[in-house]
């Protein structure tokens, strides 16, 4: 595949029209993100179920995606600011990433341990020699 020809959204015709307009609703765009990246969609959907099961302040992924192709929809939906808005806004939390895959949601009044996780000290420890280049 090459790069050029890359998008981060497959986007039907009728929300292109809306977006058009300026009149998309954040249901629409999120249905269109979970078709077009379905391995970063269950990755962070997944996170958020596991953080309202367990209750603690975050949940985190700390395992590698299993092809090139899925840490691209990881990066791609961690990348845009309107991407993780919306699923910010869906499900009530705050997201963060290191590295090239560990994505996390955090509870909103978790500020400390958002803060902790996104400091310089935690990317630098969180560093492993297999992910130099991922």
Same mark, same amino acid.
């Given at each position: ?15 292109? &029209?809306? $977006?058009?307009?300026? &009149?998309?609703?954040?249901?629409a765009?999120?249905?269109? =993100? ?7 969609w ?5 996170? =958020? ?11 985190? #992924? ?19 600011d ?12 705050r997201?963060?990433?290191? #590295? ?9 009044? $978790? =500020?400390?341990?958002? $803060? ?6 935690a ?12």
């Open positions: 595949m090459e790069r050029g020809n890359t998008m981060s959204l497959a986007v039907p015709p009728g929300l292109l &029209e809306q $977006a058009s307009r300026g &009149e998309v609703d954040d249901g765009f999120l249905d269109c =993100v979970r078709t077009s990246l379905p391995y970063a269950d990755v962070i959907t997944g996170l =958020v179920t596991e953080l309202q099961a367990a209750g603690g302040e975050f949940a985190d #992924n700390q395992v590698p995606p299993p092809d090139e192709q899925a840490r691209g929809q990881l990066l791609r939906l961690m990348a845009s309107a991407m993780r808005a919306a699923i910010e806004r869906r499900y009530g939390v997201l963060a990433f290191q #590295n090239c895959h560990r994505a996390a949601v955090f509870r909103p009044a $978790a =500020v400390a341990a958002l $803060a902790e996780f996104t400091s310089p000290a990317q630098l420890r969180n560093q492993q020699p297999e992910l130099v280049d991922c």
